[in-house]
T-cell receptor, first 111, second 116 residues
Framework: DAKTTQPTSMDCAEGRAANLPCNHS???????VYWYRQIHSQGPQYIIH???NNETNEMASLIITEDRKSSTLILPHATLRDTAVYYC????????????FGKGTSLLVTP | GAVVSQHPSWVICKSGTSVKIECRSL??????MFWYRQFPKQSLMLMAT?????????EQGVEKDKFLINHASLTLSTLTVTSAHPEDSSFYIC????????????FGEGSWLTVV
């Protein structure tokens, strides 16, 4: 699986949009971009994934650049409960392989 | 999304004893499940891949005789930590592949193991 690069930490004010970047310049054509988050002392929570089109669900939006070398996860109105470590992972879904977690971005949402 | 459940959420055991952690896919069948371990302030480390009806595939450095994985049904995988020692104290997390959502992987809540 291609590696990803994320900032170590970010802050965001409550109610504002949180934009979390991820670089995946070596992504392959059959690899999707997945985002998970892990709130302290819990298992990772699936957020969203995409191949090349922008995606939106009830939790977040995913913007993937046209060359697919980077993406941004957007939490439109961050709340205190969104404080977590966010992981960007690229994976070919039919590979049968597990998700390989890097260090992720620690997002702190402040009042 | 799909639901994956682990039990117990936390367990304390004495050094030298064995402890079993269960991972269930509640509303779907999972031919493949994965087991991870996470130490404080570190990221998740893959321990093994569990395929229903076959032997688990362990990552390098993970002792297969110490961490016994059984995936006897399409909804249940178990991890048994045998002869546990304090250094095995960790957060153990399982995950399962959900075919209906394009092989998206969902995670359990995790199990805290403390060996005293």
């Amino acid at each position: 699986d291609a590696k990803t690069t994320q900032p170590t930490s970010m802050d965001c004010a409550e109610g504002r949009a949180a934009n979390l970047p991820c670089n995946h310049s070596t992504i392959s054509g059959n690899e999707y971009v997945y985002w998970y988050r892990q709130i302290h002392s819990q298992g990772p929570q699936y957020i969203i994934h995409g191949l090349k089109n922008n995606e939106t669900n009830e939790m977040a939006s995913l913007i993937i650049t046209e060359d697919r070398k980077s993406s941004t996860l957007i939490l439109p109105h961050a709340t205190l409960r969104d404080t977590a470590v966010y992981y960007c992972i690229v994976r070919a879904p039919n590979s049968g392989y597990a998700l390989n977690f890097g260090k992720g971005t620690s997002l702190l949402v402040t009042p | 999304g799909a639901v994956v459940s682990q039990h117990p959420s936390w367990v304390i055991c004495k050094s030298g004893t064995s402890v079993k952690i269960e991972c269930r896919s509640l509303d779907f069948q999972a031919t493949t499940m994965f087991w991870y371990r996470q130490f404080p302030k570190q990221s998740l480390m893959l321990m093994a891949t569990s395929n229903e009806g076959s032997k688990a595939t362990y990552e390098q450095g993970v002792e297969k005789d110490k961490f016994l994985i059984n995936h006897a049904s399409l909804t249940l995988s178990t991890l048994t930590v045998t002869s546990a020692h304090p250094e095995d104290s960790s957060f153990y997390i399982c995950s399962a592949t959900h075919r209906a959502s394009g092989n998206t992987i969902y995670f359990g809540e995790g199990s805290w193991l403390t060996v005293v």
